[in-house]
């Protein structure tokens, strides 16, 4: 079991920055690919970024590339999430997942945290 927690969600104006982190609390962290996964009402859990466990390679979805940066700090078993240049659009609950594979579907990530509201106003 590797139990994950977000947290630093919030609003922000349109144009706004804003700094998600997901923080394991077991397991081996450092050997898993994590992702951020966003879900706006009434619309498919979406991918947005994923860093690799051992590469430390990152994979961003397009619309966020430019604009978000995914990192992680093994030794304090923590991933980052930064936006920046934020829009409305991307207003949805995100969602930090670790998975074995370097995978980006929802179905592929096996461990899940509670999720966080990112609220962007126009």
């Known amino acids: 079991q590797v139990p994950l927690a977000e947290s630093g969600g919030g609003s922000v104006q349109a144009g706004g920055s804003l700094r998600l982190s997901c923080a394991a609390s077991?397991?081996?962290?450092?050997?898993?690919?994590v992702a951020w996964f966003r879900q706006a009402p009434g619309k498919e859990r979406e991918f947005v970024a994923a860093?690799?466990?051992?590469?430390?390679?990152?994979y961003y979805v397009d619309s966020v590339k430019g604009r978000f940066t995914i990192s992680r700090d093994n030794a304090k078993n923590t991933v980052t999430l930064q936006m920046n240049s934020l829009k409305p659009e991307d207003t949805a609950v995100y969602y930090c997942?670790?998975?074995?594979?370097?995978?980006?579907?929802?179905?592929?990530?096996?461990?899940w945290g509670q999720g966080t509201q990112v609220t962007v106003s126009s």
């Open positions: 997942a670790a998975g074995y594979f370097w995978l980006f579907r929802a179905s592929d990530y096996i461990y």
């Open positions: 077991g397991g081996t962290f450092s050997s898993y690919t």
């Open positions: 860093i690799n466990g051992g590469s430390g390679g990152t």
